[in-house]
């Protein structure tokens, strides 16, 4: 009996102590949740989660999160432009600024709503370009449950991609 008490206190100690080593992945910061926090759809770019919501009546926004998920200011990136792709239709520019909070960069659109149009969004993360290219389906606010698309997030750059820098888009 002391022998399997011993084993179990053994497997317990174990598992306490893997756990916090698997949550603390990305330079000993926990790793947060991908879930949208805004109805858009999540991507990563190293350590940068990068919400982008399109509004079925029209406004594109951008949200940004650090690895734990902790809101990051609307400044930690600059550069925003959004572009909007409709079948059959000219390509619509987004001009995007920051909020007034500064929470956010927001730009307003004409309303996305048709199948097949597609969502272009770049900005600069440490001094890396970056562009996301997106089905705007998996971003627009008012689906219930947004597609699984296989979305596109890399920096312009030749050195860096998303094949190859520290982590995957999600």
């Not at 174990?14 to 991507?43: I, K």
């Not at 982008?52 to 925003?80: E, F, I, K, N, W």
């Not at 971003?139 to 982590?167: I, R």
Request: hydrophobic fraction near 45%; include cysteine.
């Amino acid at each position: 009996m002391k022998a399997m008490s011993l084993v179990r206190s053994v497997a317990l100690a174990g598992l306490l102590f893997a756990v916090p080593l698997a949550l603390r992945a990305h330079n000993g910061v926990v790793h947060g949740d991908h879930d949208a926090h805004h109805g858009g759809f999540v991507m990563m770019y190293r350590d940068l989660h990068c919400e982008v919501v399109a509004s079925t009546t029209g406004g594109v926004q951008l949200y940004l999160t650090d690895a734990a998920r902790v809101d990051l200011p609307a400044a930690v990136v600059s550069d925003v432009t959004v572009e909007i792709e409709r079948k059959g239709a000219p390509l619509e520019s987004v001009p995007m600024k920051i909020s007034a909070s500064g929470d956010f960069w927001e730009g307003k659109s004409k309303p996305v709503v048709a199948q097949g149009t597609m969502i272009h969004a770049a900005f600069v993360f440490q001094r890396e370009p970056v562009v996301v290219n997106l089905p705007a389906s998996s971003v627009m606010v008012k689906s219930k449950k947004p597609a699984a698309p296989a979305p596109v997030a890399s920096p312009l750059s030749p050195k860096s991609s998303m094949g190859n820098s520290e982590h995957h888009g999600h």
